[in-house]
């Protein structure tokens, strides 16, 4: 009988599928994803941790950080795992003591610049910001620069800093550059830019022809130049500025095992074929981009210090207010 039951106990352990020591609980994740992005990525971890059940809530950065402040204020966090627009609001909980770092995370293969130091926080895409045309304008635009010609005049549609994360960044990287700064701002005033709303709306002006050049994040008209809309994606010669979707672990996570397994797995090999799946440059290198996009090598990222960046971050809007007004 007892030679039996070793057998059957050997057996069992032979039959517990490999992940029975894995992680498991539920998992709480707020996120600034699009909805079918987000569930895709729960459904692609879960697939790979199926102890884990994640709850997840989803809105832009903004109103997704205004949650979250209210959840501090009552002294009642509730997510886990953060994973939202940029690097700047990152700095700012990570300032706050408001992260916990993973130390055991592998970001061997990244570029550091794009990764906290101090890994309590991760880039997951590089999602830019450069110059997007109608295929109808006269110009083809080639710099940054080029959108002070004449033929630019009155022609612009822009996001506001005041509404979109990325044009914050956007607005920050050009504004550091030594070449571009705030005259370059004022000059994109004088050609009649009327800086306003997200991403969106500046992509669908531009698409119809109501402008003909701007700025807006890449993958809006990469994704519907392949449809057969009217629009080209430039990469300027100066860079262009991103951001990167980071991923952070709450220092309230109640189930930091699961959270930290959750990081892995989005900045692993796996995780960032299915950001480039989803039509997003992904961060990691060794991944070959999407359908549109250049060679990751070949895009050139402007300087950006998300550090400084929050520091600068209320003078930076307040300079845009004064020239673009509120």
Known sequence: MKNMLIAAGLLAMASTPAFADDVSGKLVLYTSQPNADAQATVDAFTAKHPGVEVEWVRD???KMMAKLRAEFEAGAPKPDVLLIADMVTMEGLKKEGRLMA??????SAYDPAIMDGDKTYFSTKLITSGIVY?????????????????????????????TSGAAT????????SPDLGWAYYEGL????ANPKG??????????GGEK?????????PIR???????????????GVSAVTEPVAILSTAQNPDAAKAFVDFLISEEGQKLASSQGYLPAHPAVAAPEGFPARAEIKLMDFDPSEALEQDQANKIKFTEIFGG
Do not use: C, R, W
């Not at 997200?198 to 698409?207: L, P, V």
């Not at 519907?224 to 100066?238: M, R, S, W, Y």
């Open 60 to 62: 832009g950065t903004t």
């Open 102 to 107: 993973h130390e055991g995370a592998d970001v």
């Open 134 to 162: 109608n295929t109808n304008a006269p110009m083809k635009p080639a710099s940054y620069k080029d959108l002070l010609k004449a033929e630019a005049k009155d022609k612009l549609a822009m996001p506001s800093p005041l």
């Open 169 to 176: 960044i956007h607005m920050a990287a050009l504004t550091s």
């Open 189 to 192: 005033a004088d050609q009649g």
């Open 198 to 207: 997200g991403n969106g709306g500046t992509y669908k002006a531009i698409a």
């Open 212 to 220: 003909l050049y701007g700025f807006v994040v890449d993958f809006l």
């Open 224 to 238: 519907e130049k392949l449809k057969g809309a009217p629009v080209e994606f430039v990469f300027p010669e100066e």
